[in-house]
């Protein structure tokens, strides 16, 4: 069964600092991963993906995440945070088909100030 | 313009009500989901829907059917109402495979 972890409820970060956001996956196959953010209210928002390719992958905000298939990890990481990105992330992945997403219980992020 | 728009966005409704959720996308996309989020955030698909395939989440009730009038829309049916169908209910939309989706707003269900 395909499954995504994310072993952290909740991450703080003083704002400036570096931040990371945990994923770990299991897949049976190539797997796609996925992340999203959801502000207070809103549905999710993409942020970035890996198809294939480098394992590092830039996407909005300023947030890239790593890809690393002998540890089964996707971490979400940010240079130097803001108090604009506190919010709920999730990470994600699914398999070529795309039928069926498998989303992480989420992480929430809060960056102080 | 908003990509992809659910009504209503509150629903509150008693325990045994049928209603329904409606959602339209403006992306041209050929893929449409529901999706169930609880009241501890957890997100799980319902089903993912296009024009040559439905996918149900073997674990959703069969008091929820999807239904497509065409392209641009996936409304969700949802019969007999119970408290534990209370969440909040989010449409998306992606060019299928695995392809990045867009997310309503989502649909706020309060069973009485």
């Known amino acids: 069964a395909q499954s995504v972890a994310q072993p952290e409820d909740q991450v703080n970060v003083a704002e400036g600092n570096p931040l990371t956001v945990k994923c770990t996956y299991s897949v049976s196959g190539n797997p796609y991963l996925f992340w999203y953010v959801q502000y207070p209210n809103r549905g999710l928002q993409f942020l970035l993906k890996y198809i294939t390719g480098d394992n590092l992958v830039k996407g909005s905000y300023g947030f890239e995440a790593e890809f690393n298939k002998s540890q089964t990890s996707f971490h979400l990481k940010k240079p130097s945070a803001l108090v604009s990105d506190s919010a709920l992330y999730f990470c994600?992945?699914?398999?070529?088909?795309?039928?069926?997403?498998?989303f992480g219980t989420g992480t929430s992020l809060t960056v102080i100030p | 313009d908003t990509a992809v728009s659910q009504t209503p966005k509150y629903l509150v409704t008693q325990m045994g009500n049928d209603k329904s959720i409606k959602c339209e996308q403006n992306l041209g996309h050929d893929t449409m989901y529901w999706y169930k989020q609880d009241s501890k955030k957890f997100l799980k698909i319902m089903f993912s829907y296009n024009n040559k395939e439905l996918i149900i989440n073997e674990t959703v009730p069969n008091r929820f059917s999807p239904k497509s009038p065409d392209k641009a829309h996936l409304n969700l049916h949802i019969n007999s109402l119970e408290l534990g169908d209370s969440a909040v209910y989010f449409c998306?939309?992606?060019?299928?495979?695995?392809?990045?989706?867009?997310f309503g707003d989502g649909t706020r269900l309060s069973i009485l």
């Open positions: 994600a992945v699914t398999l070529k088909t795309g039928n069926q997403f498998y």
């Open positions: 998306a939309s992606s060019q299928g495979g695995y392809q990045p989706q867009h």
